[in-house]
């Protein structure tokens, strides 16, 4: 079964720093490309981050420079490195992988549970 599970969020003060995890389970993560989006309060789902099984990556402008996303394949772990934090980025964080179904055009998407990350001083 895929699964994917978040870990990290917490409350920091502007301009602190975090790392967010999620631990991917159930299909093939080396070769899969993995996705953070977040949810702020009373906003809809925003793309943050993508990359790719080597490590590329590629970032919504507004965390360009302040966020990175790694991944170490060996532990089927995602991460994103958060720095310089601000009050907007204060929502839910969720990770995503988009698996193909084989011989298709289709893709399902599964998502972890959320973590809370709280910016506030």
């Known amino acids: 079964q895929v699964q994917l599970v978040e870990s990290g969020g917490d409350l920091v003060r502007p301009g602190g720093s975090l790392r967010l995890s999620c631990a991917a389970s159930g299909f093939t993560f080396s070769n899969s490309w993995m996705y953070w989006h977040r949810q702020a309060p009373g906003k809809g789902l925003e793309w943050v981050s993508s990359i790719k099984p080597g490590g590329n990556t590629f970032y919504t402008n507004s965390v360009k420079g302040r966020f990175t996303a790694s991944r170490d394949n060996a532990k089927n772990t995602l991460y994103l490195q958060m720095n310089e934090l601000k009050s907007e980025d204060t929502a839910v964080y969720y990770c995503?992988?988009?698996?193909?179904?084989?011989?298709?055009?289709?893709?399902?998407?599964?998502w972890g549970q959320g973590t809370q990350v709280n910016v506030s001083s």
């Open positions: 995503k992988v988009a698996i193909q179904a084989p011989g298709t055009v289709w893709s399902y998407d599964y």
